[in-house]
């Protein structure tokens, strides 16, 4: 499950972020959104640098460079940060060893070109180590229910569904347990994390019909200061204050969620975030995704899915650079103009590349020619 099933692990948090490298693995060919934004998170919330990633066990012995670095890219995008390609079998008697063909070693015929593939990777996993995660919201991940036995599965489908929208409409989030959520203060107007680097403008609580009594304490204390707050699905009934019937917890329900923030399915949370605030990047014609980190005073953006030479529009200012993973050299980029929050850049490559875009806050950007 690795994090994709809160039944089997219970709190996942709390059982992962000891680790000095949270991660997962991937099967096949593609990557895991849940299990990379999972990790992640815990990575971002707990300080740890890495995170790992075991890929791509049972691809079959058609694996091509192609897929691994399209699928690579995409779990960098969700948040890895360290590639552990899966298996060197000493022996392939029969041409298959135990359940997971193949092995990405010397049996490959591209195996004298890794070099070129491995170096791309040990760049963008050292960057994208530095510094924390940016995140406008956050969404909890659903443990209470499963430890209350009301109703959990529901609220794992709805959350992992809110997960998928909200990347698909490129808004940036990430998943929240209940004892940060707890450890948070709430200042200016969102929801801080202390020493995480986490300050989100919005949480969300997924379908979930039991809840820990400091979550919606602190969800409700995030509301009255302004913050965003929206339950999805059934309102929480249960929480571990009183159990069930307490009028406390229907009170904090109250001041929590007034009625607009009340909604019936994921894409009504979606579609009112996106309104609610200037997202930190907007294709101008296009949905683009986004991974940001923060690191020292500058800005890195991976960005995936833009059309080459379209604008794309970042929550940021200063001299803006493409970083190349397969060199490690930069150049500036071109910049059509700023905006009140931000500013438009034109993004050169493909769409299936990732873009590493660097800003440099207070330094004059000056255009290619």
């Known amino acids: 499950g690795r994090g994709t099933d809160p039944h089997e692990f219970g709190d996942y948090f709390r059982v992962t972020r000891w680790y000095s490298a949270p991660g997962h693995d991937t099967p096949g ?42 699928a690579t890219r995409e779990n960098y995008l969700y948040g890895c940060t360290l590639l552990n390609l899966h298996g060197l079998y000493y022996t392939t008697y029969g041409s298959y060893w135990e359940w997971a063909p193949p092995c990405y070693h010397f049996r490959m015929p591209y195996w004298a070109h890794m070099d070129a593939f491995l170096d791309y990777f040990t760049r963008l996993s050292y960057l994208l180590s530095q510094g924390h995660f940016v995140a406008d919201v956050a969404l909890i991940y659903p443990v209470a229910p499963f430890e209350a036995e009301l109703n959990g599965r529901a609220a794992t489908q709805t959350a992992f569904e809110l997960a998928r929208q909200l990347m698909g409409a490129g808004i940036s989030f990430e998943f929240i347990d209940n004892d940060s959520l707890a450890r948070a203060a709430v200042e200016d107007g969102r929801l801080v994390v202390k020493n995480a680097g986490a300050a989100y403008q919005a949480l969300i609580i997924p379908n979930m019909e039991a809840v820990r009594w ?73 949905t683009v995704r986004a991974l940001h980190r923060k690191v020292g005073f500058r800005e890195v953006y991976m960005v995936m899915g833009a059309r080459p030479n379209s604008l794309v529009e970042f929550r940021a200012k200063g001299a803006v650079e493409l970083l190349d993973p397969w060199t490690g050299a930069s150049r500036p980029l071109r910049v059509a103009g700023e905006t009140a929050t931000g500013t438009l850049v034109e993004l050169p490559l493909e769409s299936y590349e990732a873009q590493v875009v660097l800003f440099t806050p207070g330094r004059k950007h000056v255009n290619p020619p």
């Open 214 to 286: 400091p979550t919606i304490e602190k969800a409700a204390a995030f509301a009255q200061a302004g913050g965003r707050v929206y339950c999805v699905g059934a309102l929480p009934s249960v929480s571990d204050r009183a159990g069930r019937n307490d009028p406390a917890l229907a009170a904090m329900n109250d001041r929590a969620f007034p009625p607009s923030r009340r909604v019936a399915k994921p894409a009504d949370a979606v579609t009112a975030i996106r309104s609610a605030f200037v997202q930190d990047t907007r294709g101008l014609d296009q």
């Open 29 to 70: 060919g593609s990557a895991d959104l849940i299990k990379g934004k999972v990790d992640s998170s815990i990575a971002n919330l707990y300080q740890r640098q890495r995170v790992w990633l075991e890929g791509y066990h049972s691809m079959g012995w058609g694996a091509t460079p192609e897929r691994l670095m399209f």
